[in-house]
């Protein structure tokens, strides 16, 4: 088992919470438990967390229970969480992790909130102008990662070139794989396309000493098929590309389940075929994906999505422990400073 | 019967040119062509053309043959198309729609060269300052029109405005539905999100009175589920958005596939639903969404996937003749000059 640590959850963000939590963090203990010596300061309501608890005996031996009644609403706008969120269960999750009493803080309520809090509390690391999200996104083996997929809306190259650098040391915590390829999202691969911040970022990713694995532009149709391991975009595009694949995945999955359902007899043979059914529907599970991480804050907070189940919260809570467990944050800082010293040397305007 | 009218041809643009263009024309002629009275002038070389007209003889009968040796390869520049494009056989397409012996002008060849000769050649209408692509989205009971899908990187509030009345016009000539609603694609529902072209742009539309149907933002994933009839965005957003989708559909094909081939059993189940697993490829079938519009022109040109085959060549002839039987061209200039009568009204900066 490896070294131990702590972890923060925020009990009562997410639509099914604090029940999903609890029974999240009961899963996660079950199935992964003995390998990692993972603790857990649990925020939330005692008299709503009390029966969950009873029925979660692996959690209750490994947490310590911080009452708060205070929660943020799936629908608290960002301004509003940071004015009257203190004293929240997300806010006390995210404070675990400043305070140091915690190596990584997840949470399932809304993100806006949730990023506007971690920023205010955590601060952005050293080097780093804006923290992304990064997700993962599954691929015909395994998953690249994804970022940014939401916390801006305008990104300039300097930026980008910098999620290419936390993105690349996210894959590495997850899939411990040493050089991961990055790609830089675009309209076309020929050197010509794109508008002027995606060319200066591949100017800039192309003539970096750093050591990035970078392999160029990537189009929308490659993140689906693993031609790179980190795909780094804007937060505008990278919000809509994701929820435009989901979109699609629940278009075809009712179309499918529409074609097996059309007759008694086709019915009939999807029972026949339950073991392969049972094996796409495994492949095609949103959970397996559940996690987004913000990147380039001084503290590690994960965003669970807020719809979803046990399995998904665990799942989670997984991606908190690869990342506690790694050298990440110090790995990032590292690169990052170099990153700035050749900016410095490059006359680069940021 | 409809009214008669002509539709030029590049025989000699696509992968598979010029089998599967004269494939097609067949295929159309049988399964649609006694509704409507096309006929051709194919642009193309005669020596290759000549044993394929041979084996179509429906379309030997409503076509002209205009014989050139010059062809533009799949991977010519637009640069390089305009300067010796002059003479091939997607140039004389386009210029038969500009000359007027054609109404609207197909073309599988590629997209660069096709744009940027339709542009020299037509020129934009009066009032629009952008052409701009637009693409059909399989939805669960029809398809919805996604523009732009690649013209523009960079728009600002006026184009995409444009952008939502060609595309409204569009989508009517298709569909023949008085009122198809509009969406902005955004990252969020809410006022607050998006960026400041964004927000311009709803703010116009929202306070046209035009009598366009806008309801607002939309998200990625509301394009698949048919919340609106026209989705709204610029050319770096919807050609990732679209390339994202089909990684996406292929990914999911392939576990699916690879579900149904894991053992004999599996095997044979899926044999058993034969019917099912027709009538869903059916549904998946991406030659049904076949032909990107070129919006905003002097003159209507189809582009049909490069890659496509002689039923996908089809579909792209069929849009066309639905553009040419309508009121399209008419109809955008009436409701764009309308737009810029209120544009100078409202002191609005293009």
């Given at each position: 088992?490896?070294?131990?640590?702590?972890?923060?959850?925020?009990?009562?963000?997410?639509?099914?919470?604090?029940?999903?939590?609890?029974?999240?963090?009961?899963?996660?203990?079950?199935?992964?438990?003995?390998?990692?010596?993972?603790?857990?300061?649990?925020?939330?309501?005692?008299?709503?967390?009390?029966?969950?608890?009873?029925?979660?005996?692996?959690?209750?031996?490994?947490?310590?229970?911080?009452?708060?009644?205070?929660?943020?609403?799936?629908?608290?706008?960002?301004?509003?969480?940071?004015?009257?969120?203190?004293?929240?269960?997300?806010?006390?999750?995210?404070?675990?992790?400043?305070?140091?009493?915690?190596?990584?803080?997840?949470?399932?309520?809304?993100?806006?909130?949730?990023?506007?809090?971690?920023?205010?509390?955590?601060?952005?690391?050293?080097?780093?102008?804006?923290?992304?999200?990064?997700?993962?996104?599954?691929?015909?083996?395994?998953?690249?990662?994804?970022?940014?997929?939401?916390?801006?809306?305008?990104?300039d190259a300097s930026h980008l070139t910098e999620f290419?650098?936390?993105?690349?040391?996210?894959?590495?915590?997850?899939?411990?794989?040493?050089?991961?390829?990055?790609?830089?999202?675009?309209?076309?691969?020929?050197?010509?396309?794109?508008?002027?911040?995606?060319?200066?970022?591949?100017?800039?990713?192309?003539?970096?000493?750093?050591?990035?694995?970078?392999?160029?532009?990537?189009?929308?149709?490659?993140?689906?098929?693993?031609?790179?391991?980190?795909?780094?975009?804007?937060?505008?595009?990278?919000?809509?590309?994701?929820?435009?694949?989901?979109?699609?995945?629940?278009?075809?999955?009712?179309?499918?389940?529409?074609?097996?359902?059309?007759?008694?007899?086709?019915?009939?043979?999807?029972?026949?075929?339950?073991?392969?059914?049972k094996r796409l529907q495994k492949r095609l599970d949103?959970?397996?994906?559940?996690?987004?991480?913000?990147?380039?804050?001084?503290?590690?907070?994960?965003?669970?999505?807020?719809?979803?189940?046990?399995?998904?919260?665990?799942?989670?809570?997984?991606?908190?422990?690869?990342?506690?467990?790694?050298?990440?944050?110090?790995?990032?800082?590292?690169?990052?400073?170099?990153?700035?010293?050749?900016?410095?040397?490059?006359?680069?305007?940021?």
């Amino acid at each position: 088992m490896s070294e131990a640590f702590v972890m923060s959850i925020d009990a009562m963000g997410g639509d099914n919470a604090p029940d999903i939590v609890i029974q999240g963090l009961e899963h996660y203990l079950k199935t992964q438990g003995s390998d990692h010596d993972v603790h857990f300061i649990i925020h939330g309501d005692e008299t709503q967390l009390a029966p969950l608890m009873a029925k979660a005996p692996l959690t209750t031996a490994r947490s310590e229970i911080v009452h708060t009644e205070l929660a943020i609403d799936m629908d608290t706008k960002p301004r509003h969480a940071l004015r009257r969120g203190e004293g929240s269960s997300m806010w006390n999750t995210i404070d675990s992790v400043k305070e140091g009493s915690a190596r990584v803080g997840v949470s399932a309520g809304n993100t806006g909130a949730l990023m506007a809090i971690s920023y205010r509390l955590l601060r952005t690391m050293i080097g780093v102008q804006r923290p992304a999200i990064a997700g993962l996104w599954p691929q015909p083996d395994g998953m690249c990662v994804v970022l940014d997929i939401g916390a801006n809306v305008d990104c300039d190259a300097s930026h980008l070139t910098e999620f290419a650098v936390m993105g690349e040391a996210y894959y590495r915590a997850l899939f411990h794989k040493d050089k991961p390829s990055i790609g830089l999202l675009n309209v076309g691969t020929e050197e010509l396309k794109g508008n002027a911040t995606i060319k200066a970022a591949h100017e800039r990713l192309n003539n970096s000493e750093l050591g990035l694995n970078y392999v160029g532009f990537v189009e929308g149709n490659d993140i689906s098929f693993g031609e790179v391991d980190v795909v780094v975009t804007d937060g505008f595009t990278g919000n809509i590309a994701l929820k435009t694949a989901e979109g699609t995945a629940k278009l075809i999955s009712k179309f499918f389940k529409e074609s097996l359902q059309a007759s008694i007899w086709s019915k009939f043979t999807a029972m026949l075929n339950y073991a392969g059914f049972k094996r796409l529907q495994k492949r095609l599970d949103p959970r397996r994906a559940n996690g987004g991480v913000f990147l380039g804050l001084n503290g590690i907070i994960i965003k669970s999505h807020g719809g979803t189940d046990a399995v998904g919260f665990a799942n989670a809570v997984a991606i908190g422990v690869e990342l506690a467990e790694s050298d990440f944050l110090a790995e990032v800082e590292r690169t990052l400073n170099a990153l700035h010293d050749e900016d410095d040397n490059m006359g680069f305007v940021a």
